[in-house]
T-cell receptor, first 108, second 115 residues
């Protein structure tokens, strides 16, 4: 059974600080990795994708991938109250599997 | 807006009934995936359709079935509803088959309540 593990949180971060979200996955053959943001009562929205080891930056977001450790992370710099949401880690193999998500709360 | 539309937005059914949920994919997308998301959980993969054929199935019983039409819209059918089927049902479209770089674009979901 392929699994994607995330800490459910809630993770509370002061406004302006860096939020760090982590994810581990079980299938060593996984090739593609995604972070989705889901606001309460809404559907998931893709915010980052990463396919090779290292860092990928997009604005305030940085995704980090370490395939040897089977570990993916998302950093959010200069956190804003609007970043408060559930962040879903997703891993693609023959299908896309989601973790349970981490609830992030940015404290004003 | 992703261009993926789902209907209805909310639905209330009783145990044992049958339900059909509908999804129109984003223009240019030929692949539709269905997910079930229970409260406080991540989306669970039900199945995927590519060019009208089922292309992968998750750990759901046969009473969960689907269709994809020539225009790439899709239906999810659930027979003999159970209380545990109460969840948000998400449809996601994507642009191709067997592409592990696939990105999913979700509709707004159908909230199903089974009483």
């Amino acid at each position: 059974q392929k699994e994607v593990e995330q800490n459910s949180g809630p993770l509370s971060v002061p406004e302006g600080a860096i939020a760090s979200l982590n994810c581990t996955y079980s299938d060593r053959g996984s090739q593609s990795f995604f972070w989705y943001r889901q606001y309460s009562g809404k559907s998931p929205e893709l915010i980052m994708s990463i396919y090779s080891n290292g860092d990928k930056e997009d604005g305030r977001f940085t995704a980090q991938l370490n395939k040897a450790s089977q570990y993916v992370s998302l950093l959010i710099r200069d956190s804003q109250p609007s970043d408060s949401a559930t962040y879903l880690c997703a891993v693609a193999d023959d299908k896309i599997i989601f973790g349970k998500g981490t609830r992030l709360h940015i404290l004003p | 807006e992703t261009g993926v539309t789902q209907s209805p937005t909310h639905l209330i059914k009783t145990r044992g009934q049958q339900v059909t949920l509908r999804c129109s994919s984003q223009s240019g997308h030929n692949t539709v995936s269905w997910y079930q998301q229970a409260l406080g959980q991540g989306p669970q993969f039900i199945f995927q359709y590519y060019r009208e054929e089922e292309n992968g199935r998750g750990n759901f019983p046969p009473r969960f079935s689907g269709l994809q039409f020539p225009n790439y819209s899709s239906e999810l059918n659930v027979n003999a509803l159970e209380l545990d089927d109460s969840a948000l049902y998400l449809c996601a479209s994507s642009s191709g088959q067997d592409d592990t770089n696939e990105k999913l674009f979700f509709g707004s979901g159908t909230q199903l309540s089974v009483l």
